[in-house]
């Protein structure tokens, strides 16, 4: 069974802003610590791969497929142990299930996200950081898991959910063949 000490992950990316898309920031909480990492900035991020790698490491990512995908095409690094709530909530049977949806329902917290993640890091404002951190912070991020971990034990759908997990653990990035990309 999960509980809430889950260390939650989150990624920024700019693929509104900039073609091909940059990694530009992780979000990972743990149950004491919330670390921001700006990605363009610090150029060696090795230390952050025994971490993500580490299976005794439970990492919960919301939606994961695209974090995963964005940390292997910049750093290389794979992602196991992990919970991704937008899969434990659709095997839920939940029928709203992106993150803001899910910490309203099951937790009662109301978050907003910013499109201008990385910005707000620069401006230097406690009260943006705070907002841009919302999606990890524990135990809010940690506590959808175990509240959605706790229906789908009782639902009997517990091995399902372990299932997608392993398979989300297999995602990789693959490049666009831009030979190709855009004929008509």
Not at 82 to 103: C, K, N, P, Q
Request: net charge positive; charged share 25%.
């Amino acid at each position: 069974m999960l509980d809430s000490k889950g260390n939650a992950v989150d990624t920024e990316s700019n693929s509104r802003h900039h073609y091909p898309e940059q990694l530009c920031l992780i979000q990972i909480a743990t149950g004491t610590n919330i670390y921001i990492i700006d990605t363009i900035t610090l150029k060696d991020i090795g230390p952050l791969q025994k971490v993500l790698e580490d299976k005794s490491i439970l990492k919960v990512i919301h939606g994961a497929d695209y974090d995963i995908r964005s940390i292997d095409r910049h750093c290389g690094f794979r992602i196991h142990n992990l919970y991704d709530t937008y899969i434990a909530a659709r095997f839920r049977g939940m029928t709203e299930v992106g993150l803001s949806a899910l910490l309203r329902d099951l937790l009662g917290v109301n978050i907003v996200k910013s499109k201008r993640c990385r910005q707000l890091i620069g401006a230097g404002d406690p009260s943006l950081v705070k907002r841009l951190t919302m999606p990890v912070r524990c135990p809010s991020h940690a506590g959808t898991a175990a509240n959605t971990g706790k229906r789908i034990e009782v639902l009997g759908r517990t091995s399902w959910v372990a299932e997608e997990f392993a398979r989300l653990e297999e995602v990789r990035y693959t490049a666009t063949d831009m030979e190709n990309a855009f004929r008509r």
